[in-house]
């Protein structure tokens, strides 16, 4: 069965600290697709990034980096010199089927970042 | 700016009452969604639609029901509003096939007193 485990249910932190949250995923298939996605304060969930099984490079996006490892099942987002503005509850997903099948969520990580 | 737009940012009603929650994306997509958040439990996939008239439930259908007559709108209905469905209410949608992810509403904030 599939499952995400986000094992940080809260962290907070002082602007400029680097913060990573940590994802951790179950499923049998050997093709597999993986999110993250931010929820400020608004509360509309926006795509940050999406990373196939088959894919294991590493990606960074400015101040956000991600690193997929199949080994340990582990997909972590980094944020560097965090930002007030990165404070958000931030949601790792699984999916095997892409745009097909529905996405299965963790639980999230609430982020606070304090001036 | 594509958008998937839900009716109700807030929303009161009465137990016992039959409740619609509407969602509208102007993407083109086939599929659509809906979630429930609630603290703790992240979110949970309520049901989804692949295609007009279709759909499927997904890990929490119970108490809910959906519509899909165009495909631009897939609707929620809670047959007879309880107190345990207070929950925000997140539609999303996506294409089948290649896509950037699901692209979420801004959630339907539901009280069921």
């Known amino acids: 069965a599939q499952k995400v485990t986000q094992a940080q249910t809260e962290i907070s932190v002082v602007e400029k600290e680097d913060v990573t949250l940590d994802c951790v995923y179950e499923t049998r298939d050997t093709t597999y697709y993986l999110f993250w996605y931010k929820q400020p304060p608004s509360g509309e969930l926006v795509f940050l990034i999406r990373?196939?099984?088959?894919?294991?490079q590493n990606e960074i996006s400015g101040r956000y980096s991600w690193n997929f490892q199949k080994s340990t099942s582990s997909f972590n987002f980094t944020i560097t010199a965090s930002q007030v503005v990165d404070s958000a509850v931030y949601f790792c997903?699984?999916?095997?089927?892409?745009?097909?099948?529905?996405?299965?969520f963790g639980k999230g990580t609430k982020l606070s970042v304090k001036p | 700016d594509v958008k998937v737009t839900q009716s109700s940012r807030y929303l009161v009603k009465r137990t016992g009452e039959k409740v619609f929650l509407e969602c509208v994306q102007d993407m083109d997509h086939e599929n659509m969604f809906w979630y429930r958040q609630d603290p703790g439990l992240g979110l949970r996939l309520i049901y989804f639609?692949?295609?007009?008239?279709?759909?499927e439930k997904g890990d929490i259908p119970e108490g809910y029901s959906v519509s899909r007559e165009k495909k631009e709108r897939f609707s929620l209905i809670l047959e007879s509003a309880s107190t345990n469905q207070t929950s925000m209410y997140l539609c999303?949608?996506?294409?089948?096939?290649?896509?950037?992810?699901?692209?979420f509403g801004s959630g339907t904030r539901l009280t069921v007193v």
């Open positions: 990373r196939n099984s088959f894919d294991e």
């Open positions: 999303a949608s996506s294409f089948a096939g290649l896509y950037d992810g699901y692209t």
């Open positions: 639609s692949y295609d007009v008239k279709m759909k």
């Open positions: 997903a699984l999916s095997e089927e892409l745009g097909q099948g529905n996405l299965i």
